[in-house]
């Protein structure tokens, strides 16, 4: 109720000041997520420019200069699986679903539906 100070749940959309894999009312556990920086530039391989003395120098052992900058961040969800492991899953799984489609068709046999895939 709008004025009343009773907050109701009338609106589908909620707004949250964190990441949403970070607010525990929503996930109870900690983020899935990896998070890797991307950088932009080089460690090596950059010679010292014409102008170089007016900048701080960055230069690493050889006289190479350092140009590394963050330029944002990527979540991802990584999973590993071997080989075997996914053609024994792949195996598992097209049996369920074919044990699904026999069932699904004798249940529709039983109620005189048509089912045919």
């Known amino acids: 109720m709008l004025g009343t100070g009773i907050i109701t ?3 589908y959309r909620r707004f949250y000041n964190d990441e949403l894999e970070e607010v525990r009312e929503l996930f109870e556990h900690s983020s899935p997520f990896s998070t ?3 950088i932009k ?6 010679d010292k420019k014409l102008f170089s003395f ?4 960055k230069s690493k052992e050889g006289g190479h ?3 590394e ?3 944002g961040s990527v979540k991802a969800l990584i999973e590993i699986e071997g080989v075997t492991t996914k053609i024994q899953f792949q ?3 097209d049996k369920l679903i074919e044990c699904t489609l026999e069932l699904l068709g004798k249940l529709a046999l039983k ?3 048509d089912f045919t895939l």
């Open 54 to 57: 007016l900048k701080s120098d």
């Open 111 to 113: 109620r005189g539906i």
């Open 69 to 71: 900058k963050s330029v």
């Open 36 to 38: 890797f920086n991307i």
């Open 9 to 11: 749940k009338k609106h």
């Open 91 to 93: 195996e598992e799984k």
């Open 41 to 46: 530039g080089s460690k090596r391989g950059n």
């Open 65 to 67: 200069i350092n140009s």
